[in-house]
């Protein structure tokens, strides 16, 4: 178009196609961040969906731009970015821990990674995949493999009566379930291909490439897990969260409470409830420990809040009646 820059700027590559917010997104990260001088009027001009364009004349001289938030971030497109950022920094450090014993960032990314190139090799890609598990660090592994292999999880309640999780499995018809050994009989019996976290995270180290040539094809619209109603009227219906959601969630949360590594989170929502994505994906994205507290403490409030106590819990996303009852009782 025979045009400079300066007259002609652009944000594609910082920012992909952000839709109806692109001009006020570039407007904001030119001017915010004086990266070029305010002009006092403009013409401004866009186009959709085949031929259809639009342009207004505008006059700048008394608007103010603030520079974009979270700018590093805005070209994250899949949450396991997180995890790859976190690992670097903090290997060795407990990711999650579980009544049966704990996981480190570099253990959890390493099993990741062989869930994601099973996943690869099954040409499972865009797809659900059920995690039939105990709440346990092997389910938020597990759900990170999927996510690497540019797949989705779905958690499923082993509490769950057959009937219920035979409507929701009809619904997706998954390429996967994964399940530990205790279940996997009657995982089986569902008919659908079925494979131990076990089995999978004893394999060899992965193949980063195989895995990224997956994980590379995805868009941050794209699903990272979906969970089910209860059915109370009818067959469960699926709710789908892209990662774009759980990303701009995430950083939120992060510069909101000022989360750092140092935290202790306290983990009470199942995790095919939806308040359990702040917890997963606040350990993922800032090196914090998930605690996954013993469903049975939440019987005792007194009970509970010795267990916090004891474990150094930092910060719990606790339920109403839950965290009225703890307020009785001396907290740290």
Same mark, same amino acid.
């Given at each position: =178009? ?15 196609n952000t839709g ?250 199942p995790f095919y409830f939806d ?7 606040? =350990? ?49």
């Amino acid at each position: =178009m025979k045009s400079t820059p300066e007259k002609f700027p652009t944000n594609m590559k910082e920012y992909g196609n952000t839709g109806c917010s692109s001009i006020p997104l570039l407007l904001c990260d030119l001017y915010g961040d004086k990266q070029m001088s305010q002009p006092s009027r403009a013409i401004l001009c866009a186009f959709g969906v085949g031929l259809t364009c639009g342009s207004m004349a505008t006059n700048f001289s008394k608007t103010h731009f603030y520079a974009p938030v979270n700018k590093k971030n805005s070209m994250r497109k899949n949450v396991t970015e997180y995890l790859d950022i976190t690992e670097g920094l903090y290997s060795e450090k407990i990711a999650v821990e579980d009544a049966n014993g704990c996981i480190t960032f570099g253990e959890m990314k390493r099993n990741a990674l062989k869930i994601a190139e099973f996943c690869v090799e099954q040409n499972i890609f865009k797809q659900p995949v059920c995690v039939y598990l105990p709440k346990s660090k092997e389910m938020v592994t597990s759900f990170v493999g999927t996510n690497y292999s540019g797949n989705f999880y779905v958690p499923l309640d082993i509490k769950s009566p057959d009937t219920r999780i035979r409507n929701i499995l009809a619904t997706l018809n998954p390429g996967l379930i994964i399940t530990d050994e205790e279940h996997k009989d009657q995982v089986e019996n569902f008919g659908l291909p079925t494979v131990t976290v076990g089995c999978l995270c004893s394999r060899k180290e992965a193949d980063l490439s195989v895995v990224e040539s997956a994980r590379s094809r995805q868009i941050d619209t794209d699903p990272v897990y979906s969970i089910f109603t209860s059915g109370s009227t009818g067959i469960p219906k699926g709710v789908v969260i892209s990662h774009r959601g759980v990303i701009d969630y995430i950083d939120w949360a992060v510069d909101t409470f000022h989360f750092t590594a140092d935290a202790k989170i306290g983990n009470q929502a199942p995790f095919y409830f939806d308040n359990s994505t702040l917890d997963i994906y606040l =350990m993922m994205a800032t090196g914090a420990t998930l605690n996954i507290i013993p469903e049975s403490n939440f019987m005792f409030p007194a009970k509970l809040v010795d267990y916090l106590n004891e474990h150094h819990v930092t910060f719990c996303f606790l339920g109403s009646f839950c965290a009225c009852q703890c307020g009785q009782f001396q907290y740290f």
